[in-house]
């Protein structure tokens, strides 16, 4: 399984954009990169998903290098409200279990 | 998007007694699902593998006699805490998958006295 890494934590501004990069070095060729969302007390939400090169939707970017070895997170514009845990996944398939790192605790302050 | 449920959100039980969790995948069927345990400021711990009419394949460290897992349809898996101590008391997830994604419940709040 692959393993991620990603920083502890982050400190960002309302307004700002937030870059959130995870490494995943032993990522398999049939992974797919995932990222969720926890607020406390609540499952993860899904957040974007991609293979290679850039993906986008209604909230956030996720960029991916052609080694595919770490890929990050954009949100731009943060609000208070996106103050929460986001986790890297990598795995594929539905069958395949997903093993969560450490995430990191993003707060949005005033 | 897919919906997975879990029922109850909360449950306060006694040590010794027995509680079940129940997680739905709503509008799509899974032949597998997860069971994560999350304590206070941690990540979530994959406990098991829910596999529809097949034993669960549990993570190293999980006693199978102690957390049983049925999967008995595509959109129910039952994860039951037997025995409960205080320890037990944590935050349950489930998931299920559909393509490339996973889909988590929203948790269930176990706390042991």
């Known amino acids: 399984l692959a393993k991620t890494t990603q920083p502890i934590s982050m400190d960002s501004y309302e307004g700002q954009e937030v870059n959130i990069t995870c490494s995943h070095n032993n990522i398999a060729t049939n992974d797919y990169i995932t990222w969720y969302q926890q607020f406390p007390s609540q499952g993860p939400r899904f957040i974007i998903q991609?293979?290679?090169t850039k993906v986008t939707n209604e909230v956030a970017s996720l960029f991916i290098p052609a080694d595919r070895k770490s890929s990050t997170l954009s949100l731009p514009r943060v609000s208070l409200s996106d103050t929460a845990v986001y986790y890297c996944l990598v795995g594929g398939g539905a069958g395949n279990m997903l093993t969560f790192g450490g995430g990191t605790r993003l707060m949005v302050k005033p | 998007g897919a919906v997975v449920s879990q029922h109850p959100s909360w449950v306060i039980c006694k040590s010794g007694t027995s509680v079940k969790i129940e997680c739905r995948s709503l509008?799509?069927?899974?032949?597998?699902m997860f069971w994560y345990r999350q304590f206070p400021k941690q990540s979530l711990m994959l406990m098991a593998t829910s596999n529809e009419g097949s034993k669960a394949t549990y993570e190293q460290g999980v006693e199978k006699d102690k957390f049983l897992i049925n999967h008995a349809s595509l959109t129910l898996s039952t994860l039951t805490v037997t025995s409960a101590h205080p320890e037990d008391s944590s935050f349950y997830i489930c998931?299920?998958?559909?393509?490339?994604?996973?889909?988590f419940g929203p948790g269930t709040r176990l706390t042991v006295t």
């Open positions: 509008d799509f069927q899974a032949t597998t």
């Open positions: 991609g293979y290679k």
């Open positions: 998931s299920a998958g559909r393509a490339y994604e996973q889909y």
